[in-house]
């Protein structure tokens, strides 16, 4: 399990980083923002990705892709962590890209693969119904009326709902947990504007009724399915985190050799030294977990679920101390709005939440780990 | 690649007395030297038949004596000693931190002379840097050399000296020059403790062992011979010796995943009880998952710089946080194993505790030292701020 990047793997590192770098910085996502941008990214920006051929990094080659896997996923998802990139990355060529790949019938990948690969259809997962990441507690419910399948429930926090052409709809079935392939204006779908300007919806559905060829792999086994994409997920988030915190400390440590007060750097006063050697050291850490993680799922090895919780645990705890140490070492700055650090502040809440934060990982790792 | 491994196997169960595959008690690790006492013939024999195979310093040149490895394959005997449960043969300075040292600053006489000697285990040596008034600032040192003719004549008092009172030669930092700046008066010099001057005086540590010494040096004679690298050019020599110091330190938290130390979670369920499989209590519980989570990653990164070495990486900014990282997790895991001991965890001798009880209570206490000794946690996190990061003094 190599914890260093494969030459092909670099070239997409360094692609991706002059691409998020030169095309979308911070200044994009402030934009869309204060333009109360309907859609929430950049349509034209996700065709480019797509050509560069990110959208098919999970999907076989006989489909379209290229299978390249989590590794090189990760190093596209970490540039974006590193400019705070809004883009369906997450929604589409991960959790919907993996879930068509390794749950879709021929049919569907057929019909829904080639527009993802294009950039021209976007995903959403419909997931979550709690107040906290929680995928087994699933109350939607989807009853089978012998031509099909009611749906009946809500959803929230559903990353990229409010646009997604499909969602992916998990529900309750007779017998245990199944995914749907629902059309995105079949829901009833409130965008929910969120702190760190990213996008995610709440979605209802009130007996909305679908075929049998909605049904996205195995009846009532949908949560196996799951489970495999979360963790890939998990990874994916993770090293986008990794990219925000490691720009967020880069970003301070910068200052800290810029800013000069009584007379000196303040990165000179050996208070702030400290806090910034231990934040290196965290953001290394989370470095070699990230690595571990994509490495493992792309080797299917078995600590791969161990491994991603690591990776996600580790990127939670050090994008909040990145973004909370990069403000508060910013000082007044920092609290403004016309500065940037305190974007990356506000990503580190939204982030950590998604699928899973600290306490579910550390959990989750304890039980896998035999306690 | 495979060969090496199948042979290397073969080799070590062979040549492994049985009695050598169980957990090392402390009283137990090898140290070699003059004054060297077996408690078991078997260590010996194990010492003399990895000596006699170069393997008690694996990728040291043969032409000294050394196992002549590549870092690969030493990190494959490594593997396979672990696998085995093999002891380590001999531990010490000499290995860990002059030997290194020597082959890279020492002329060839001195290598000739020294090198054979450690890694037989037939020389013992300890560290003369610190003194009562040059800790964290060590460079302020003052012990005094002066070159007469051909000795230098060496005046001073070193402390903390680990070992001193078991050890055979020292090797010091001195002052050479009082009048330049006081990183550029400083000589690097390898003194025979049988000289009468040199007296060590053993120290207690609060947990009961005695294993470190104040030294003192009394007009003592130094051939100039001893001298390793230019005169007042010891400093350099100084700093990279204290990177070997660090790197082994900053091992001992992966030290401690070696076979037989009992995990942490076994402790926890032990004395905390089992629910369902899991530690009874929650919190403690979660506080073992933080812990082991964190030494995960730590394995994690040294893993990724030693992968980073063996491509071709110039020995970049991560090794200057292992000696930090490991050493304060190391102090953490102790205190999660006396946590979750609770009032087993509290005794000091006596039959009201176990032997592992006790030898947990003692480590516990040892491993405070860790983040003291080699550069304290602070000066690591200097280190790494200004080398690092480039902030500015
Ligand atoms: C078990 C053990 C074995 C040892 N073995 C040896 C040995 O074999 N040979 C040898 O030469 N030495 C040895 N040492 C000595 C060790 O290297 C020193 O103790 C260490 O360098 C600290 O120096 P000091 O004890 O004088 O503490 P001080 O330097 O006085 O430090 C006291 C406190 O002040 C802090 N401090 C000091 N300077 C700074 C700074 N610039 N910024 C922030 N904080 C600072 C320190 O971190 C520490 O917390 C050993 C020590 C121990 C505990």
Request: glycine letters at 20%; hydrophobic letters at 30%; zero cysteines.
């Given at each position: 399990m190599p914890l260093i990047l494969s030459d092909e793997a670099r070239m997409v590192r360094e692609t991706a980083l002059d691409f998020f770098r030169e095309r979308s910085p911070i200044t994009a996502l402030r934009k869309l923002r204060d333009d109360n941008d309907p859609v929430g990214f950049s349509r034209d920006l996700w065709r480019q990705m797509a050509e560069l051929g990110w959208t098919g990094f999970l999907v076989d080659e006989d489909d379209g892709g290229s299978a390249f896997g989590m590794t090189g996923l990760a190093q596209v998802m970490e540039a974006s962590g590193r400019t705070l990139t809004a883009s369906p990355l997450l929604s589409t060529a991960l959790l919907g890209a993996s879930l068509l790949s390794h749950g879709g019938s021929d049919d569907q990948k057929a019909e829904y693969l080639p527009p993802l690969l294009a950039g021209e259809h976007i995903f959403a997962l419909a997931l979550e119904e709690g107040t906290r990441h929680a995928p087994n507690q699933i109350a939607l419910t989807a009853q089978s009326d012998g031509s099909g399948y009611r749906l009946n429930g809500q959803k929230t926090f559903v990353l990229d709902g409010h646009i997604a052409n499909t969602l992916i709809v998990a529900a309750r079935t007779a017998n245990g947990i199944t995914l749907f392939l629902v059309p995105g204006d079949a829901a009833t779908r409130k965008r929910l504007i969120m702190v760190d300007s990213r996008n995610a919806a709440s979605i209802r559905l009130d007996n909305v009724k679908v075929s049998p060829e909605a049904v996205l792999g195995p009846v009532d086994q949908g949560a196996a399915l799951l489970d495999l994409t979360l963790d890939r997920a998990r990874a994916a988030l993770a090293a986008e985190m990794l990219g925000s915190a490691n720009e967020a400390f880069d970003r301070t440590v910068q200052y800290l050799k810029d800013r000069k007060q009584f007379g000196v750097a303040i990165g000179s006063f050996q208070a702030l030294k400290h806090r910034a050697a231990q934040m290196f050291c965290e953001v290394e850490m989370t470095r070699s977990a990230v690595l571990a993680a994509v490495s493992a799922l792309d080797q299917n090895s078995n600590d791969a679920a161990a491994l991603v919780s690591l990776a996600k645990t580790k990127a939670n705890d050090t994008l909040l101390l990145c973004g909370n140490e990069g403000v508060q070492m910013h000082g007044?700055?920092?609290?403004?709005?016309?500065?940037?650090?305190g974007f990356f502040m506000k990503r580190s809440r939204v982030a950590q939440a998604t699928f899973g934060d600290t306490a579910f990982c550390r959990d989750r790792y304890a039980r896998l780990m035999g306690y | 690649m495979p060969n090496f491994r199948a042979e290397t196997r073969a080799w070590l169960e062979e040549n492994c007395p049985p009695a050598m595959r169980t957990r090392m008690p402390e009283n137990e690790q090898v140290a070699g030297g003059k004054q060297a006492r077996y408690l078991r013939p078997e260590q010996k024999q194990w010492l003399d038949r990895m000596a006699a195979k170069g393997w008690t310093a694996p990728t040291w040149p043969t032409k000294y004596g050394g196992g002549g490895l590549s870092n690969d394959e030493a990190l494959i005997l490594e593997e396979e000693m672990q696998d085995l449960g093999c002891r380590l043969p001999l531990r010490g300075m000499g290995l860990s931190m002059l030997g290194p040292v020597l082959l890279e600053y020492g002329t060839e006489e001195q290598r000739q002379t020294h090198i054979p000697p450690i890694l037989k285990g037939k020389i013992r040596w300890c560290q003369g840097y610190s003194e009562p008034e040059a800790g964290s600032d060590l460079a302020s040192l003052r012990t005094r050399a002066v070159l007469q003719g051909e000795h230098f004549l060496v005046n001073g008092h070193k402390i903390w000296t680990s070992n001193a009172h078991h050890s055979d030669w020292i090797f010091c930092l001195v002052r050479t020059d009082p009048t330049a700046k006081k990183h550029e008066g400083i000589s690097f010099l390898l003194i025979d403790m049988d000289d009468p001057g040199v007296r060590p005086r053993p120290i207690r540590l609060i947990s009961g062992a005695s294993v470190f010494c104040e030294t003192f040096l009394e007009n003592v004679q130094v051939p100039a011979g001893n001298l390793v690298g230019p005169l007042n050019k010891g400093w350099t020599i100084a700093k990279r010796l204290l990177e070997h110091e660090r790197k082994g330190i900053g091992g001992i938290a992966s030290r401690a995943a070696t076979k037989f130390e009992v995990p942490l979670e076994t402790v926890a369920k032990q004395f905390a009880g089992e629910r369902d499989g899991q530690i009874a209590d929650p919190i403690l519980r979660d506080r073992v998952a933080a812990y082991s989570m964190d030494a995960h990653a730590f394995q994690l990164t040294r893993r990724r710089a030693a992968e980073e070495a063996e491509a071709g990486a110039p020995p970049g900014p991560l090794s200057a946080m292992f000696k930090l990282q490991g050493t304060e997790l190391n102090k953490r895991r102790y205190e999660m194993l006396l946590e979750a001991e609770g009032f087993q965890g509290l005794g000091w001798e006596g039959d009201g505790f176990t032997n592992d009880e006790l030898r947990f209570t003692r480590e516990w206490l040892r491993s405070k030292a860790n983040t003291i000794e080699g550069g304290t946690s602070e000066v690591q996190l200097n280190i790494i701020a200004k080398r690092v990061l480039g902030l500015p003094d």
């Open positions: 007044g700055i920092g609290m403004t709005d016309e500065h940037e650090i | -």
